[in-house]
């Protein structure tokens, strides 16, 4: 599973690289826009063994900066990278009739680097179809729990009592996202609403056979709101 993440993660940097290179044989463009962003992230974790979670929103916001560097056909293509602050974790599920209630929080600052792909007019104001993909690397910053003031851990019906009190381990996340949405080109600025999802491929708790867990990684579903002005057209 590890080496074929790796060979996954490698093979969306070889795209993120690619497409742009490739494009510069057709329609030159030098479009380079910085902006801001945010939104907020449906989180969850895949655990294995596995625990019952339920709707968990934490928010996000970073900057942006995108090159578009060619229009192949009818397609502009390019570069988008950010630096974001994103809070992911889990909410539990639990319903073993003790009323307890436990959720955890992890901070993490994201690099995403992605394939930027747009659909829609060459010149002046209007709407554009835009697709997103690439690799995303994270650190954890810190986390935090939090849970009921009466607790009975011991009497989940599930046996998993493992994460609770055991803080991650490691603290590098490696994955890919992917998102698409709508740009609106104004005179003010460009306005770029999108729905993302990530997928880790890794683990922030250890995952040998002698560890409790031998998945523990994140996932979202995200809405962003982005703002950019372009430097450059």
Same mark, same amino acid.
């Not at 916001?61 to 090159?67: D, E």
């Not at 994270?138 to 986390?143: A, N, P, Q, S």
């Not at 046996?159 to 740009?183: L, S």
């Given at each position: 599973?590890?080496?074929?993440?790796?060979?996954?993660?490698?093979?969306?940097?070889?795209?993120?690289?690619?497409?742009?290179?490739?494009?510069?044989?057709?329609?030159?463009?030098?479009?380079?826009?910085?902006?801001?962003?945010?939104?907020? @992230?449906?989180?969850?974790?895949? %655990?294995?063994?596995?625990?019952?979670?339920? +709707?968990? =929103?934490?928010?996000?916001?970073?900057?942006?900066?995108?090159?578009?560097?060619?229009?192949?056909?009818?397609? %502009?293509?390019?570069?988008?990278?950010?630096?974001?602050?994103?809070?992911?974790?889990?909410?539990?599920?639990?319903?073993?009739? +003790?009323?307890?209630?436990?959720?955890?929080?992890? @901070?993490?600052?994201?690099?995403?680097?992605?394939?930027? =792909?747009?659909?829609?007019?060459?010149?002046?104001?209007?709407?554009?179809?835009?697709?997103?993909?690439?690799?995303?690397?994270?650190?954890?910053?810190?986390?935090?729990?939090?849970?009921?003031? +009466?607790?009975?851990? @011991?009497?989940?019906?599930?046996?998993?009592?493992?994460?609770?009190?055991?803080?991650?381990?490691?603290?590098?996340?490696?994955?890919?996202?992917?998102?698409?949405?709508?740009?609106?080109?104004?005179?003010?600025? @460009? %306005?770029?609403?999108?729905?993302?999802?990530?997928?880790?491929?890794?683990?922030?708790?250890?995952?040998?056979?002698?560890?409790?867990?031998?998945?523990?990684?994140?996932?979202?579903?995200?809405?962003?709101?982005?703002?950019?002005?372009?430097?450059?057209?």
């Amino acid at each position: 599973m590890k080496k074929q993440s790796i060979i996954a993660l490698l093979s969306f940097l070889c795209l993120s690289a690619g497409i742009p290179v490739h494009a510069q044989l057709q329609d030159p463009r030098h479009n380079l826009a910085i902006g801001i962003n945010g939104g907020v @992230n449906l989180s969850s974790v895949s %655990f294995e063994p596995s625990i019952k979670e339920k +709707t968990f =929103l934490t928010p996000s916001f970073g900057v942006t900066i995108r090159y578009i560097s060619e229009r192949y056909l009818k397609m %502009f293509c390019g570069i988008q990278a950010e630096i974001n602050y994103s809070q992911r974790g889990w909410k539990e599920n639990i319903d073993d009739g +003790t009323g307890d209630t436990y959720q955890r929080s992890m @901070n993490y600052v994201e690099v995403p680097l992605m394939a930027h =792909l747009a659909f829609g007019k060459d010149k002046g104001y209007g709407a554009r179809f835009v697709l997103n993909l690439g690799p995303q690397i994270g650190y954890l910053l810190g986390e935090s729990e939090k849970k009921s003031e +009466t607790w009975h851990p @011991n009497e989940r019906p599930s046996g998993v009592i493992w994460q609770y009190g055991k803080m991650a381990e490691v603290k590098f996340d490696y994955g890919i996202v992917g998102g698409a949405g709508i740009e609106a080109r104004t005179g003010i600025g @460009n %306005f770029l609403l999108e729905a993302r999802y990530y997928f880790g491929l890794s683990d922030f708790y250890h995952s040998t056979k002698k560890d409790p867990f031998s998945r523990s990684a994140h996932s979202y579903i995200a809405g962003r709101l982005t703002y950019l002005f372009d430097l450059k057209k």
